[in-house]
């Protein structure tokens, strides 16, 4: 079993090397090389305009959840946007716009994806058409571990806060811990029965409250038989959610804690960053709204929609471009920017 733990910041796909792992990684699912080539060469230029086009789709089938974590938009209630399960149809839509070039497809964002009663139809769907790699993230509660073996999956990731009930639930508000490892053990066991190629990963949301558990965390799970193991760092959005839920090792911090002890929630920086989400992905809400990445789940930076627009209007439109230009101008002064390790890039040189 692998473990990992989440980086606390990215550096983007610039340079000949990173061009190169990159367009090997992609060879070996044999589609999108040369969009990523192409638009590595756009990042490269800083151009708003994308030769390539995006590998990476993040689809949100549903913005609902049955939990109320109280970080995550959706389940502390401030979202924002009407709630809703995206259709099959509308689902088709889509994909069947940005299959040609989709290497990866991300099937979540806000919301528990499995809550759609036609995510497994969907999944599958899309493994139809060709995309090679398809993933999805789920909190473990309402997934079917039939379904979720036999849809063609790729790869799923269980989610969890802790190793007791009692720790697990402070954080993820309404979930029951031992429905969701019944549920992962499931999915074990007919994957390895069928001998599926599903990929599963278990994560561990790291917070104050459970972070003397992480040693049992790997223990367990590697018994379980998980292909990994996942440390996630916490995200909040709050100095005072900051001071609640952060870990006392501060290693595992995804922000700065210098800034921190100033009342400023700001990522660590990596040196001579680039944002390379605007290049190589896109995100699409439930109702089909495009928005640059995950970092957006508001909608305060809508470029189009897949649903009433083409594929090609939107991502070479003139909102895509004009807020490619803002953000290498500037990244500090975008509001989705700012809670984001490339956040400050224009300071520095």
């Known amino acids: 079993m692998l473990v990992k733990q989440h980086p606390h910041t990215y550096r983007a796909a610039v340079g000949l090397q990173a061009?190169?792992?990159?367009s090997v990684g992609i060879l070996n699912r044999r589609r999108g090389a040369g969009d990523h080539v192409r638009s590595t060469v756009s990042l490269l230029k800083r151009s708003p305009f994308v030769a390539g086009r995006?590998?990476?789709?993040t689809i949100e089938p549903t913005n609902m959840c049955n939990l109320q974590c109280p970080v995550c938009e959706t389940g502390a209630g401030?979202?924002?946007?009407?709630?809703?399960?995206?259709?099959?149809?509308?689902?088709?839509?889509?994909?069947d716009k940005v299959a040609p070039h989709a290497n990866t497809l991300m099937f979540y964002f806000m919301g528990e994806p499995f809550l759609n009663k036609n995510a497994y139809q969907m999944i599958r769907y899309a493994k139809d058409v060709g995309i090679p790699f398809v993933t999805t993230c789920t909190n473990g509660d309402a997934v079917n571990p039939d379904k979720l073996v036999e849809c063609g999956l790729d790869e799923v990731r269980f989610q969890i806060g802790g190793m007791t009930q009692q720790t697990h639930q402070v954080y993820r508000i309404g979930s029951n811990l031992d429905r969701i490892f019944r549920n992962l053990r499931e999915?074990?066991?007919?994957?390895?029965?069928?001998?599926?190629r599903l990929r599963i990963v278990s994560g561990f949301i790291l917070m104050k409250h459970n972070e003397h558990q992480i040693e049992e965390f790997k223990s367990v799970l590697s018994?379980?038989?998980?292909?990994?193991?996942?440390?996630?760092?916490?995200?909040?959005?709050?100095?005072?959610?900051?001071?609640?839920m952060l870990p006392t090792d501060q290693v595992h911090w995804f922000y700065d804690p210098v800034a921190f002890e100033r009342g400023e929630l700001k990522p660590k920086l990596v040196p001579n960053?680039?944002?390379?989400?605007?290049?190589?992905?896109?995100?699409?809400?439930?109702?089909?709204?495009?928005?640059p990445c995950c970092r957006d789940p508001k909608g305060e930076q809508v470029m189009?929609?897949?649903?009433?627009?083409?594929?090609?209007?939107?991502?070479?439109?003139?909102?895509?471009?004009?807020?490619?230009?803002?953000?290498?101008?500037?990244?500090?002064?975008?509001?989705?920017?700012?809670?984001?390790?490339g956040y400050g890039v224009s300071e520095i040189r």
């Open 19 to 22: 061009l190169w792992r990159g």
């Open 54 to 57: 995006p590998m990476n789709i």
């Open 78 to 95: 401030v979202l924002g946007r009407p709630e809703g399960h995206m259709t099959l149809e509308q689902f088709k839509t889509i994909i």
């Open 187 to 196: 999915t074990i066991r007919i994957r390895n029965e069928r001998r599926s």
């Open 223 to 244: 018994q379980m038989g998980v292909d990994e193991a996942e440390i996630i760092d916490p995200c909040v959005r709050t100095i005072e959610q900051g001071r609640q």
């Open 273 to 291: 960053n680039e944002c390379p989400w605007i290049y190589y992905s896109m995100a699409v809400h439930v109702n089909g709204d495009v928005v």
């Open 304 to 341: 189009g929609n897949l649903l009433t627009e083409s594929f090609a209007d939107i991502w070479n439109g003139n909102r895509y471009m004009d807020f490619r230009r803002q953000l290498h101008r500037d990244q500090g002064k975008i509001g989705i920017c700012s809670l984001c390790s």
